[in-house]
């Protein structure tokens, strides 16, 4: 069992950052890989990072790359995403979630993006960007 909660959510304006963390409960959670998906009212919910349970392996949807950087620090047993020039597009509620490394695999972009391969999710934090 892994609990995940996030944090670091809020309302900031276009242009600015807000750095969220996902902190999981226990040393289980270096043998997970994370990703970030974030949902908006009225549309889908979509991949936006993934990390591999090393951090050696990283993954963007391309809405966010060169705006975003996953990270890990698995000593803290957390995974941060860096937010950086945001735009009100990315207004949404932000979820991490985890997976077994053995159901995902680091080479597979594929698995990441796909939220049927993680199997815990946190509760969810709210990002509002304003124009």
């Known amino acids: 069992q892994v609990q995940l909660v996030e944090s670091g959510g809020g309302l900031v304006q276009a242009g600015g950052s807000l750095r969220l963390s996902c902190a999981a409960s226990?040393?289980?959670?270096?043998?997970?890989?994370v990703g970030w998906f974030r949902q908006a009212p009225g549309k889908e919910r979509e991949f936006v990072s993934g990390i591999s349970w090393s951090g050696g392996n990283t993954y963007y949807a391309d809405s966010v790359k060169g705006r975003f950087t996953i990270s890990r620090d698995n000593a803290k047993n957390t995974v941060y995403m860096q937010m950086n020039s945001l735009k009100p597009d990315d207004t949404a509620v932000y979820y991490c979630?985890?997976?077994?490394?053995?159901?995902?695999?680091?080479?597979?972009?594929?698995?990441?993006?796909?939220?049927?391969?993680?199997?815990?999710w946190g509760q969810g934090t709210q990002v509002t960007v304003s124009s």
């Open positions: 226990g040393r289980t959670f270096s043998t997970y890989a």
């Open positions: 979630a985890a997976g077994l490394a053995g159901t995902i695999n680091i080479r597979n972009y594929r698995d990441y993006v796909n939220p049927i391969r993680y199997a815990y």
